[in-house]
Nanobody, 118 residues
Framework: QVQLQESGPGLVKPSQTLSLTCTVS??????????WSWVRQPPGEGLEWIGA???????YYTPSLKSRTSISRDTFKNQISLRMTSMPPGAAAVYYC??????????WGAGTQVVVDS
């Protein structure tokens, strides 16, 4: 079974860049017809899909974040990365990586907490 584990800094300064990594095990990020996604959830709010990188490398982003979001991959390390620039102050959220298929999300990481503060 595919397993995902998020990692990265828990604190980012306002206006700076958030960088997170999702390490995938139990399956190749280039295999199957999967879209490797990043999703975030601010405290007390619902899940927000950020974007994804597909098995063949294509990127997809939610329009509101597209201009400052970049999702990439390291196929050798079997990792998915998220870079989000210009983080607003107080934009705390739990960030998840998840597998998206045509049937919906199938696998999730446990999530990692990110706080934006100086």
């Amino acid at each position: 079974q595919v397993q995902l584990q998020e990692s990265g800094p828990g604190l980012v300064k306002p206006s700076q860049t958030l960088s997170l990594t999702c390490t995938v095990s139990g399956g190749s990020i280039t295999g199957n017809y999967y879209y490797w996604s990043w999703v975030r959830q601010p405290p007390g709010e619902g899940l927000e899909w950020i974007g994804a990188i597909a098995y063949q490398g294509s990127n997809y982003y939610t329009p509101s974040l597209k201009s400052r979001t970049s999702i990439s991959r390291d196929t050798f390390k079997n990792q998915i990365s998220l870079r989000m620039t210009s983080m607003p102050p107080g934009a705390a959220a739990v960030y998840y990586c998840a597998v998206l298929t045509q049937a919906g999300f199938s696998s999730w990481g446990a999530g990692t907490q990110v706080v934006v503060d100086s």
